[in-house]
C-alpha cells in the first residue's frame, strides 16, 4: 500500500538528490560584500571544499524570494524581520529554509558570508535538523557541521568562508591526530571544540551547550541567537510566520 503524500518531504527531505537553494536578499543592511561574488563563492565552497567530504551536493541560484521545489537561503536584517519564516520552519513547499542575520551578524564584528557559509555546510548535512552522534560518556552530540569550529575562517576569492569539520570528528573510535577532523587543520581528535566553538548536547534529558572556553560562552550568552539552529535541536518542525508588521 503507497502511503498518502504529505508536504513533509521524507527521508530527511530526499537527502539523495541534489537540492537547488534559492538565495535571496532581503536585508537593508549591507552585507559588506558583493552578492553575486557571495553567491559564486559558497557555491565553490560546496563543489570543490565540502562535497569531496561530506558528498552533499547542491545548486545555489540567485532569487528575489522562494522558488517552487527549492530549498532556500534568506539574508534578512535580524531575527524580528516581520513575516520572515525562521529557519526551524520551511520553505512553502515544505522543504529546508536557512535565515542569515545581516543586520545582527555584522553588530557583533563578524561577517555576513561566514555566517552565511555556516548555515550551508549544516543544513546540508542534516537538514531536518535531527542527527546526532553518541560521543564522551555517552552524551549525545548534535550532528552539526559548523559550531565546533566557528570562530575559525578561511577565505575563497577573496571572500571569508566557515571551516567546518570532517565525518571524523563525530568518530569516537579515532585517535587524536590519526584523521583529518576539520578543514583548517585546527582539531586534533574527535567531538573536540575550539576555544572559539560550541556544540549542543543532549544529556540529562535535555539540550544544552558544551563551550570550547569561558569567553565563548559569555560571548554566547550575548549574541542573540533566536532563529539559530541550535535554538531549535529536538523541537518539531511546523509550518509558521512570525508576527505580522504592525
Request: proline letters at 5%; aromatic letters at 12%.
Amino acid at each position: 500500500m503507497q502511503a498518502a503524500r504529505s508536504r513533509f518531504i521524507a527521508a530527511a527531505f530526499d537527502h539523495g538528490q541534489i537540492p537547488t537553494i534559492a538565495c535571496f536578499n532581503k536585508a537593508r543592511t549591507s552585507l559588506g560584500v558583493d552578492f553575486d561574488r557571495l553567491i559564486a563563492a559558497l557555491q565553490t565552497f560546496v563543489d570543490d571544499y565540502f562535497v569531496p567530504v561530506w558528498g552533499t551536493p547542491a545548486k545555489l541560484v540567485k532569487t528575489t524570494t522562494f522558488r517552487k521545489g527549492a530549498w532556500a537561503m534568506a539574508f534578512l536584517d535580524d531575527a524580528d524581520v516581520a513575516n520572515a519564516l525562521g529557519y526551524h520552519d520551511l520553505t512553502p513547499d515544505g522543504l529546508p529554509l536557512s535565515k542569515v542575520f545581516v543586520k545582527t551578524t555584522r553588530a557583533v564584528g563578524q561577517r555576513v558570508s561566514v555566517t552565511a557559509c555556516h548555515e550551508l555546510a549544516e543544513m546540508l548535512v542534516d537538514p531536518a535538523i535531527n542527527l546526532c552522534a553518541t560521543g564522551p560518556n555517552t552524551v549525545f552530540y548534535a550532528y552539526e557541521t559548523a559550531d565546533a569550529v566557528e570562530e575559525v575562517e578561511f577565505t575563497i576569492r577573496g571572500i571569508a568562508m566557515s571551516d567546518f569539520v570532517y565525518p571524523a570528528w563525530f568518530e569516537g573510535f579515532r585517535k587524536p591526530n590519526s584523521a583529518q577532523f576539520d578543514y583548517a587543520k585546527r582539531v586534533k581528535r574527535p567531538f573536540q571544540i575550539l576555544p572559539g566553538g560550541y556544540m549542543s548536547v543532549f544529556k540529562n534529558g535535555r539540550w544544552t551547550q558544551l563551550f570550547g572556553s569561558a569567553g565563548k560562552a559569555r560571548r554566547f550568552r550575548r549574541e542573540d541567537r533566536r532563529g539559530h539552529r541550535s535554538t531549535y535541536r529536538g523541537k518539531t518542525r511546523r509550518m509558521r510566520r512570525s508576527r505580522p508588521a504592525r
